[in-house]
């Protein structure tokens, strides 16, 4: 039990650290184009949204879940989320920003959101069955029962 709560909490590091790449992904783009182009929030946000959606997928597929699901498939999982958060937060920011908060404001408390219940989506949802399942799991797998056999040896 001890080891799995270990791994959980790693998982949990890697995924916040993966994220904080893509959210700097996100505000670079955004910055971008509010600062350079002068667009309005909405289509400044889905831009930088979906830049960083597609990083951060990989890298959280590959590296924090470890999974060999099917790519597709869990892309299509990961884009019914995003069917229903970017609406709901791009409708929340829009209108937040029309009513005068700072768009920077905005943006990281929805990138907050986004952090929290991405991860609990993908955890419980699209990977629920397919953690540690790729080559780089397997690999480690194996590591850690040659070191336990030696052990016993």
Known sequence: MQKEK????????????????????????????NEIVRWP?????????????LWNFTLNRAFTF?????????MLMVAGYYCVF???????GTAL????WNEYIVLFGTMLVNLTTEFLFWRL?????SINTNAIAKRRQAKEEAKLQEKTE
């Open 66 to 74: 470890q999974s060999a699901a099917n790519v597709p498939k869990a």
């Open 86 to 92: 970017t609406p709901l937060s791009t409708l929340w």
């Open 125 to 129: 949802v699209v990977y629920k069955n």
């Open 6 to 33: 270990k791994e959980e909490i790693r998982r949990v590091v890697k995924y916040v650290l993966f994220s904080a790449s893509a959210g700097l992904i996100q505000t670079l783009a955004f910055t971008l184009l």
């Open 97 to 100: 920003t029309n009513a005068g």
């Open 41 to 53: 929030y909405w289509p400044c946000y889905l831009i930088a949204l979906v830049l960083s959606v």
